[in-house]
């Protein structure tokens, strides 16, 4: 088996897996404590943060994104959504990055559709609620889609040289 170089861009979706798989942990963490934390928790913190002008004017754009993200959440069918989309959205996500890392090629494909429908749903939720973040999110997701599926081409080539061998799974 040869082992390939590796180039900055291997390293880059190394990095970017990566940070995908400890994305996914922290939701996954934020998921669960959420279940505990009463909503009234979340509707004080944000009320202390933005009476305390941690955001800039308390009447200001950030201020009121927050108030109306807490008070969402707040709503019991928004907090049994937030917590549901977190738990699955962190259970996918670190399939997904375990398949990679592991180098399951015939994941990959899935892994893109999977992060496109993601991206979608970002946007989608971005359009109808002016979350500022969901568009960076997005964002990031596409770079990643990206690079996995430049890590999937360059798999395939190598399985398919001479030399390269794939394992019953998948494997290179």
């Known amino acids: 088996m040869t082992s390939k170089p590796s180039t900055t861009t291997d390293k880059l979706f190394k990095v970017a897996v990566t940070l995908k798989g400890l994305d996914g942990l922290s939701q996954l963490v934020l998921g669960i404590v959420l279940i505990f934390i009463p909503p009234t928790v979340i509707t004080g913190l944000a009320n202390a943060v933005v009476t305390r002008d941690l ?3 308390p009447g200001g754009t950030l201020s009121e994104h927050l108030e109306t993200a807490a ?3 707040a709503d019991g069918s928004s907090r049994g959504f937030a917590i549901g ?3 699955l959205h962190a259970v996918v996500k670190l399939g997904l990055v375990a398949a ?7 994941l990959y494909p899935i892994a893109a559709l999977v992060l496109g429908a993601f991206v979608v749903y ?3 939720r971005a359009v109808h609620t002016g979350s500022i973040a969901l568009p960076f999110f997005a964002a990031l997701d ?3 889609i990206v690079l996995v599926l430049r890590e999937y081409r360059q798999l395939r080539q ?3 040289t001479p ?3 794939t394992g019953a799974d998948g494997n290179a």
């Open 55 to 57: 955001l800039g004017d």
């Open 71 to 73: 008070h969402n959440f």
């Open 85 to 87: 989309y977190l738990l």
């Open 100 to 106: 990679l890392l592991r180098k399951v090629v015939p």
């Open 122 to 124: 970002e946007l989608y």
């Open 142 to 144: 596409i770079v990643i």
């Open 158 to 160: 190598e399985a398919a």
């Open 163 to 165: 030399g390269g061998r």
